[in-house]
């Protein structure tokens, strides 16, 4: 039997949750809930959590339990409820009863957490928050508050932890009396202004300060840096001005510092660092400090994380940087490093990293006898030489723009986490390993730019999106194999010496033919694209379908299954011996934008269909054999007229119109009645012309009463149109006279 003291919380929380009727506040879909019934004691509901003692309802959780509807706070009347999450929803919508300032105020609420609890959730008031006197910790991240302007005087002065990232705020208070703040997270909104004086009043307790992408400018009060709590200082991503300060060095429980991507200058050196022992995230990319560190300094912290992505410090790698044996990620990419110590970079490369990032400088090292262990490496854009490394537990490589040489080492077909192989434009040699195909986890492979030989493996990892051999020695035939990769989304051949036929099977490719395309990839996978004739370094976050079989030595007509992959966006097969007509079904590939079929054997009429390629943006069709009208339609007739041209029998806009003679000319024969017929129209209406003229003349000359006539006739006609305009005209002077 439910006893009669939590026979209120029952109502409180039935009325929350309201079944999972059509007309229930809140809907369950997938029975999450399933366990609530009026029937049971509520204690022993999913979720709710009561006090030993008294039965009271004092902790309700039900974060990412999908529910959907509408979220109503009449749970707030829970009078000994201490804990309220419902974080990580699907609602549409919050509820806000009104309940009496009395019962409010009551309340034993410490702990409310509604942060991302549903997509574009948004709250216009938060007045009935200043009523919650014992609330310690609010976490509304990911609400919509922009239209609460008055947010900050809503605060309850007892909170502790303040979360409203991401909240859309865009205005912050110049004074609030919330001194007992120990957490305070803003980031992620737009604020639009200077640093409020009261957030450098808090307490001397605080010990996390986010303030980061929030659209914050001015200089930092120096007033910040004798808060010797603070562990955690985010002010990344704002318009911060001025110096940096070496009291800086006063935070002495700092854990985390990240002060990047703002408009800072000055000099940073070892006086900022040189007390912050416990420092273990040192965040500095996209900054323009002057960077001078002693050679001799060695801090007396280890870093788990160093980020100087962007950063520019000087050509020699600092030395303090070789001190750090526990770090995790490392990124000094595009910081101008020329000169390293030999020995002690190779230990420092050897690291076990999750991140290691030096890409975008210009080291010179042969680094053959390295061991590298990290999950992710970038070393693009340097100068490194000698053979290849060897690898360890990698999942994603990127050596490319360098200048190794050599062949693939026997030891890399073992990696079987990596999903993720860029060797572009080094001086690499040597035949593809077969055992590449036991890499079953690869996506990427880009083997492009260099000098590697043989023919293409006939056996693929079968995962692979893109696959990119372009600017080699490879030779042979295309394998069939290669369009069973069902997920293959980029191939590019181009620039080898393959030859034969271009297969004729059944295209496979399933990434290039379905309508939905999906990828992987993350933000700085980068690979090389060759379209609409020039060369980018692209962005695989957007993946772009692409088949590039240019400048080979490829034979035969080319397979109509190829025009059936209807998501590929560059289609290139220049500078080949292709032949045979131009289907009809190429006004499928509707996302087409980039074709070049020029410098090939191609004969023909251009099929009208393309005229329906509404996204073609660079078309290519110089130097074939193709005859007839160029279709009229508005993407075909906007081409540079030397898209079209080395075609002798191609004519109509943009090359010139095409002569009706020579269109005629197959069809002279079964024209010949018709010529006649018009011949002998022409010739009978000359004479007609003729006897009319010279009969109505001749009555003129011969009949005396006739010429009296017709020559009165003009008299008369003449007189009337006279006095027919002097009439109006003097109208049209006396009404343009003036008045007297």
Known sequence: MVSSISQTSILLLLLFYASTSQKGIVRDPYNKLVTWSSEKDCCAWKGVQCDNTTSRVTKLDLSTQSLEGEMNLALLEL??????????????????PSIPNDVISDSNLQYLDLSLSGYNLSMDNLNWLSQLSSLKQLDLRGTDLHKETNWLLAMPPSLSNLYLRDCQLTSISPSANLTSLVTVDLSYNNFNSELPCWLFNLSNDISHLDLSWSSLHG????SLFNHQNLEYLDLSHNMFSGSIPSSLGNLTSLTFLDIGSNSFSGTISETHFSRLRNLEYLHLSNSSFAFHFNPEWVPLFQLKVLDLDNTNQGAKLPSWIYTQKSLEYLDISSSGITFVDEDRFKRLIAGNYFMLDMSNNSINEDISNVMLNS???????????GRLPQLSNVQYVDLSHNSFTGSIPPGWQNL??????????????????????????????????????????????????VVILRYNHFEGSIPPQLFNLSFLAHLDLAHNKLSGSIPQVTYNIT??????????????????????????????????????????NLTGEIPLELFGLIQVQTLNLSYNHLIGTIPKTIGGMKNLESLDLSNNKLFGEIPQTMTTLSFLSYLNMSCNNFTGQIPVGTQLQSFDASSYIGNPELCGAPLPKCN???????????????????????????VGFAVGFWGFCGSLLLLRKWRHKYYRFFDRLADQLYVTYMVKFNIFVNREAPVS
């Open 375 to 385: 999950s992710f490496i970038k070393l693009r854009h340097n100068n490194f030489s």
């Open 416 to 465: 079987n986490y990596l999903f993720y192989i860029n060797l572009w434009s080094n001086k690499l040699f040597g035949e593809v390993p077969v055992e590449l195909s036991n890499l079953t986890r690869l996506e990427v492979m880009n083997l492009g730019k260099n000098e590697f030989y043989g023919t293409i493996p006939i056996n693929m990892p079968q995962n692979l999106q």
């Open 660 to 686: 009706t003679e020579d269109n005629n000319h197959g069809n002279a024969t079964e024209n010949t009645d018709g010529d006649s017929e018009k011949e002998s129209l022409y010739l009978g209406m000359g």
């Open 511 to 552: 990434q290039m033919v379905r309508s939905e395309f999906s990828h992987s990839f993350v933000d700085d996978d980068l690979i090389n694209l060759f379209t609409k004739g020039q060369d980018y370094e692209y962005n695989l976050k957007w993946p772009r379908a692409t088949v590039d079989l240019s400048a080979n």
């Open 79 to 96: 009078e000994f409820l201490n804990h309220l999450d419902l974080s990580m929803n699907n609602f549409n919508a919050i509820s806000i």
């Open 219 to 222: 200089e930092i009060p120096l």
